[in-house]
């Protein structure tokens, strides 16, 4: 079993990369999508082999690849490459200081390999947490590759004066996923420092696709942000070769050296998006759409949570656990309070998944079994809803041409089928009794259990504020005062079907919720722990599926009623005298004047322009005031 291991990983991270090659080579846009499809089917079938294989071999810890030099100075030679390509970039668009952060970390990784004598061991590692980000990877990723097809012809379509890159940028979407896949199984820091830059040099050049002057300056902002927290990583590499002679993940965790956690945090928190480096995410929302949805959502943010979680362990009673904690739940706070001046559904998206991540990142700052839990829940249940969202609202812009939320008034008569998706997931984004909701009572809970009032008071307060923008969109989904007006749907069928899984999967998560607990989400634990208890007995999960069941039932009937009743449009009162048409009204001095029914969004109060400097103020103090103790205690 071991040998079918040892072949498996390779071609998991293989079939993505091959399959970028043939799609930047293709040109003819159908054969294409067919390559696509043939890529995304044979990455899902090598997923499920390498955790079946995995499962049949008593599902214990692998570490495998001992002997790589090859390998390594492969990885060398692509490290100088990317260095050089940044050196470029950097000078050709006048922003050249960006190139002294490549240079720095390139030369501090490689003085450490050529330097310092390490202990030889493995490079690779399978267990559950590696496995469970492979299945998000392959099954969310393919899922968005399916999308992208169909969505990059509406998009030019729609955006002419845009140079048609497809076979470019949806070739770099599957060179993304591969490096994912190699981050997520490295069990070293220097192997995954370098797929850690690869995604980040791809980040770069995804929200850079359509060469304006804005996607231009908010791609060197993912950049410089990315490779600072690039160079904490090289930091944390040369500190470990330094002191420990060796760059083992599960070595840092059990000696727990502050430095070392410490700078691998500030890497988990820049590639998470967390205060005071969020606005790199903000302004990624400028690429096309999968992009979103895959490197903002589902995978590339994940890398960040995912290097906190493996860290956990070392960080429960802290310094470095304490300020992480803290991170977090603040910034789930205030970018929820930003969320809601927000009228941009792809905004609402985007501070809405800086605010969730930091929840997650608050939950593996307190470092405990039952806050892991909530987060391993938490990055479940967000990848799938908020992947599903990015495609809904980028499907709702080709056909009408805004994502503004103010011009979705009505959505569910005028384009039901994409309403019905945005519905299913912001209801599985906030709604009793779908995952992330009791995800977010679980670390609630867990918070009050560990005495920490500031995490409760951010929870509390930051989850009423998602209440609000959420429920201020849905109820614009359905809520209709002009006759029926249908807009052309110009979704296609691939992008459909990818939406529709996803609305499937994010169902089936919730129904499954006890299995998911029992399966996936208790070893997980226990293998970062050593130890794991139910969080939620399983009479607390049984009664959450049988509310799940009736929460779908409830609007299937009510479906079929309003399908079976008249659609009259009944004249509604508008302080006047009603024209007829449900939009103009006949006011007191005699005038015709036009309805307009709009969301509060209190810009003035929590408007980014208010908040955000001042939120980035703290957390920037804090990280500085953090890391100036850990150096002296260093010096001392």
């Given at each position: 079993m071991g040998g079918c291991l040892?072949?498996?990983?390779?071609v998991l991270a293989g079939i993505p990369l091959v399959g970028a090659a043939l799609i930047f080579l293709i040109q003819d846009a159908r054969l294409r999508g067919f390559v696509i499809y043939g890529t995304v089917a044979l990455m899902?079938?090598?997923?499920?082999?390498?955790?079946?294989?995995?499962?049949?071999?008593?599902?214990?810890?692998?570490?495998l690849y001992t002997h790589t030099e090859l390998m390594d100075h492969l990885m060398q030679g692509i490290e100088i490459l990317l260095m050089a390509f940044i050196i470029y970039m950097s000078f050709k668009y006048k922003r050249r200081w960006v190139s002294i952060l490549s240079i720095l970390q390139t030369g501090l990784a490689f003085w450490v390999e050529y330097s310092y004598p390490l202990q030889e061991a493995t490079h690779t590692q399978v267990d559950s947490l590696a496995l469970l980000m492979c299945v998000i990877c392959a099954f969310i990723g393919g899922l968005i590759g399916i999308y992208s097809v169909g969505y990059m012809k509406s998009y030019h379509e729609k955006h002419r004066g845009v140079i048609d890159r497809s076979s470019t940028f949806l070739a770099l979407l599957f060179v993304f996923m591969s490096a994912m896949f190699g981050l997520v199984l490295s069990s070293n820091l220097i192997w995954m420092y370098f797929f850690w830059e690869v995604t980040s040099v791809i980040s770069f050049l995804l929200i850079g696709y359509t060469r304006t002057e804005e996607a231009i300056e908010n791609s060197f902002r993912a950049l410089w942000m990315n490779l600072l927290g690039g160079f904490g990583f090289a930091v944390a590499i040369w500190l470990c070769a330094m002191w420990n002679h060796s760059v083992q993940m599960d070595q840092i965790v059990s000696s727990a050296n502050p430095m070392i956690i410490g700078m691998l945090c500030l890497a988990g928190l820049t590639k998470s998006a967390q205060l005071p480096f969020s606005t790199w995410l903000f302004g990624a929302m400028v690429a096309p759409t999968p992009s979103s949805a895959l490197l903002h959502s589902a995978t590339m943010v994940k890398a960040g949570v995912y290097l906190l979680i493996r860290l956990a362990p070392a960080l429960n009673g802290t310094i470095c656990g304490a300020i992480v904690s803290f991170i977090g739940g603040f910034t789930f706070i205030m970018t929820s309070l930003m969320a809601i001046a927000q009228n941009d559904a792809k905004k609402v998206l985007?501070?809405?998944t800086i605010s969730n991540l930091?929840?997650?990142?608050?939950?593996a700052g307190i470092g405990v079994e039952q806050t892991v839990w909530a987060a391993i829940f938490l990055m479940i249940f967000h990848s799938s809803s908020k992947s599903m969202l990015f495609e809904a609202v980028g499907a709702t812009e080709n056909s009408i041409g805004s994502r503004d939320i103010e011009r979705m008034h009505g959505l569910i008569l005028r384009l039901p089928k994409l309403a019905y998706v945005m519905g299913i997931g912001i209801a599985g984004m906030y709604l009793a009794p779908f995952g992330m909701l009791i995800s977010k009572w679980v670390a609630l809970k867990a918070f009050v259990d560990s005495g920490n009032v500031l995490l409760v008071i951010c929870i509390a307060f930051g989850s009423a504020s998602t209440m609000f923008y959420w429920?201020?969109?849905?109820?614009?989904?359905?809520?209709?005062?002009?006759?029926?007006?249908?807009d052309p749907d110009i979704t296609r069928k691939d992008e459909y079907f990818s939406m529709a899984v996803l609305c499937v999967i994010t169902i089936l998560l919730c129904l499954l919720f006890p299995l998911l607990a029992g399966y996936v989400v208790n070893p997980i634990v226990l293998s970062l722990?050593?130890?794991?208890?139910?969080v939620l007995s399983m009479s607390?999960?049984?009664?959450?599926?049988?509310?799940v069941c009736s929460v779908l039932i409830v609007p299937a009937m009510m479906f079929l009623i309003t399908r079976m009743a008249p659609r009259d449009i009944v004249p509604i009162y508008m302080n006047g005298i009603n024209v007829g048409d449900n939009s103009h009204f006949i006011d007191s001095f005699g005038e015709e004047k036009k309805l307009h029914l709009s969301?509060?969004?209190?810009?003035?109060?929590?408007?980014?322009?208010?908040?955000?400097?001042?939120?980035?103020?703290?957390?920037?103090?804090?990280?500085?005031?953090?890391?100036?103790?850990l150096l002296g205690g260093v010096l001392a």
């Open positions: 040892l072949f498996l990983i390779p899902m079938l090598a997923c499920l082999g390498l955790t079946g294989a995995w499962i049949l071999d008593g599902s214990t810890p692998w570490l985007a501070f809405s930091g929840l997650i990142v608050a939950c429920t201020k969109w849905l109820g614009k989904l359905i809520a209709m005062h002009k006759p029926h007006t249908p722990f050593g130890a794991t208890t139910d607390e999960l049984t009664t959450m599926v049988i509310m969301n509060w969004y209190l810009r003035f109060d929590f408007g980014r322009r208010r908040l955000l400097k001042p939120s980035q103020i703290v957390a920037a103090s804090v990280l500085i005031v953090t890391f100036a103790i």
